[in-house]
């Protein structure tokens, strides 16, 4: 597949910056139309993109002959559905985090790239970051030692939109489209990066509750989990916390020294050892989703490998699964 034709189901806030733009900066690849349920949203996106065609029946897109790869940029709830008509289609699918709202569906998008030779991957761009690479470096290089235990802790205040009535409130914060409440759509993240840094997890468990009271979904969460290899580690998630209480933080600890690092603030890296203490400001391209599109463009291209697939990204939902207690 020598030039790719993209097309884009869903044409939200993800798409504006983070992917987007990306598509069209790499060799080889273009976006050639869009979809969105609603008319006004997928022209005007299309316009002001140049994209030149628009639709609001997502088969319709797939069926386009000028696609010949899909970009899948909606809720959870539907991403299996439409990585699956994508991939029956014949055409590769590169699908938003998580790659689905539940294990279970994860599963029956495997056995349909099994099925097909379709390939399906997944936007978790972090691994491919120049932040999180040096983190992986550090740990690689064992400039921390032996690791021997990982924290995660996070937390922020709710927002504007939280305060929400129940039929107002904001697509990350319906279960039955996103797979949970906030815990689901960004707690992947922070899960794929470890199991990039220190193999699968194997066992997890959590405690979930909702304390502010302002919608149904969980927004506190505390969990314990093993890698593949034995290392223990732990997670911390409030959604309703006071500002005073505001984290963004992953500790790694090691038996001479450790790394702090934050996932969505992008905050300076911070390593301890017996030397002392040093700060890393690790800067990231300007989409942060280039490197790993070029990465997928080059998979299809014939000229690279892109591990981020949708075999890799499913243990990611088997522990939010495990932890939220959806087994």
């Known amino acids: 597949m020598k030039r790719l034709k993209w097309g884009f189901i869903g044409c939200g806030e993800v798409t504006e910056k983070k992917s987007g733009p990306a598509f069209s900066e790499v060799e080889g690849s273009e976006v050639v139309a869009v979809m969105s349920r609603q008319e006004r949203h997928a022209r005007s996106y299309a316009e002001r993109h140049g994209i030149p065609r628009w639709f609001t029946d997502a088969q319709e897109l797939i069926d386009d002959p000028e696609v010949n790869a899909v970009y899948v940029a909606t809720p959870p709830s539907s991403h299996a559905t439409f990585a699956i008509m994508a991939m029956r289609a014949g055409k590769p699918v590169y699908v938003e985090k998580p790659l689905a709202a539940s294990y279970e569906d994860c599963a029956r998008i495997n056995r349909v790239s099994e099925e097909t030779g379709v390939p399906c991957f997944v936007a978790y761009y972090r691994r491919y970051l120049p932040y999180f690479l040096k983190v992986k470096e550090l740990i690689e290089q064992g400039v921390i030692g032996k690791v021997i235990n990982v924290q995660i802790r996070f937390a922020t205040p709710a927002r504007e939109l939280d305060y929400a009535h129940q039929e107002n409130l904001p697509w990350r914060l319906q279960p039955d489209i996103a797979g949970g409440g906030y815990f689901y759509d960004l707690a992947p993240h922070q899960l794929d990066l470890l199991q990039y840094f220190f193999g699968i997890i194997t066992e997890a468990r959590g405690i979930c509750a909702n304390r502010g009271g302002l919608y149904q979904a969980e927004d506190s969460v505390s969990a314990c989990f093993e890698f593949e290899g034995g290392l223990p580690g732990s997670g911390s998630w409030c959604f309703v916390a006071h500002e005073s209480a505001r984290e963004d933080r992953i500790h790694i600890i090691g038996d001479k020294g450790s790394v702090i690092f934050s996932v969505?603030?992008?905050?300076?890296?911070?390593?301890?050892?017996?030397?002392?203490?040093?700060?890393?400001?690790?800067p990231n391209p300007p989409y942060v989703q280039y490197p790993i599109i070029k990465s997928v463009c080059e998979h299809l291209q014939g000229i690279g490998i892109?591990?981020?697939t949708s075999v890799s990204a499913t243990p990611v939902n088997w522990v939010m699964d495990r932890i939220l207690g959806k087994f």
């Open 306 to 308: 892109c591990e981020c």
């Open 264 to 282: 969505f603030d992008y905050q300076p890296i911070k390593l301890h050892t017996s030397e002392g203490t040093q700060e890393l400001d690790i």
